[in-house]
């Protein structure tokens, strides 16, 4: 198949979500307290299902154990990937994630949890809790115990266009006001260390799961650092934010007309911004903002045409040697 796979987006309520999604992108969402759009998901707690096409009404998951093709044979037991859009209304609860041993042993095979945030906007002075200052878990666990979440969470300034890479075992949460696209391992395993003594609607307190956070957590916290390599053309841009296990991230701007080869085992899309068309053998197919696509296998070459910002993404093996950047999404000289 050489087209793009356009999957229906799946909402989720929180006690932290907005309207946003709704705003931004015009999605029919639930309530004004919708915080999560899982766009592209085989995840047992959202699962997409495409849009159009032959395949119309067919679950990603479905589609993973049985056109492996579409794939390229990318060897995992399950959709690797999970692609996000969060509306941070209000503050997320301060958290961690597992690694991909961890869950496996003890959320009943789930997999890890590996994420990213490209920040498609936030208020002016946002910021975002990334790390912590304690160097032991002695000295963590004293800090939780004695409240002094000031002195141990460590606060970031963030503006539009920033990326953030957060392996598992950095403790994090997303801050009022704010709109990311996540791209992250395709798993739904969160330990909240702390949620601001928030109560939900009925006046319950969020459950806590400080002894499984304290396990996983990176103590002393250490950044990994990320590169993002930004590459100019005449039609446009491609940025590669992140190339580590599990996932690599671009972002592609198309000004007038960019060509693609691809020869990852497939790609997934997300138009942030703007509109256009992608090309193929086998057609048009209109790009709009809010829309979310794989791209198959067997799709090794595209143009695509009009102003529009796509943040695409790819898995990669854990530990494996990664693609080589060169050739992953090569953008051909304009023709
Ligand atoms: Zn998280």
Redo the contacts with the bound molecule.
Sequence with gaps: MKQPIFLEPLFQERIWGGSKLSKTYGYQIPSNQTGECWAISAHSNGPSVVRSGELKGRSLAKLWEEYPDLFGHFESDRFPLLTKILDANDD?SV???PNDEYANEYEYGELG?T?CWYIIDCNEDAEMIFGHHAQSKEEFIHMVKQSHWDDLLQRVKIKPGDFFY?PSGTI???CKGTLVL?T?QSSDT?YRVYDYNRRDNEGNLRELHLEKAIEVINVPHKATEIHPALAQTSGGSITTFVEEDYFTVYKWHVQTTMEFIQDAHFMLGSVIEGQGSLYTEEGEFALQKGDHFILPNELSSFKIKGNVQIIASHPNYKGGQHHDMGSTAKQMANV
């Design positions: 997320l958290q961690v994630h949890k994420e957060v994090h949460a997303l996540e992250q969160t």
